[in-house]
C-alpha cells in the first residue's frame, strides 16, 4: 500500500468526485477512501496504489490542506480494548497515529492500517517485518 493522504475538503455535492477525476488525470489510482463530514468540511482518508508526488502536487494546485503518513497495515484481536492497546503502545513509543481505519474482520482479527509519521519504529513496537522483508515474501 501506497502512502496515505488525509485531505481536508469543503463540504459541498461532487467535491470528492472532482478530487478523484483530477487523481484520474494524473494517472493516480484510489484504492481506497474513506470520507467523512463534519459542519462545512469533509475529510477524505485516500490510499493510492502509486504516484504519491503526482497525488501531492493534485492536492497542493487544489488547494486542499492535506497531512500525509506511510500505512502500516497490522492485525490485532478483534476485541474492544486492542485497538485502545495498541495506539497506547505507539503513543508512548512516540509514534503519531495520523489517520486510522479497518481493512477488514475475520476469525476473531481485525486489520487496520494506520497512517504514522515514523514507520520504522512503529513496526519495531508493534513487531511487523520490515517492508524489504514483505517485499522478499511477496517475490518468493
Sequence with gaps: ??????????????ELAHLAKALCARGVNIVQVHQTTAGDLTCAEIYTDCCDDDTKDVLRGMGYPFVVGTAVTVEIEDTPCAFGEVNDRLTHAGVHVKSCCVLGRANGLATWALSVDK????RRVLELPEVADEQEAASS
Excluded: H, K, T, Y
Excluded at 500500500?1 to 463540504?11: C, D, G, I, T, Y
Excluded at 514507520?119 to 512503529?122: G, K
Design 1 to 14: 500500500m501506497s502512502q496515505q493522504f488525509e485531505v481536508q475538503l469543503p463540504n459541498r455535492p461532487g
Design 119 to 122: 514507520e520504522d519504529l512503529a
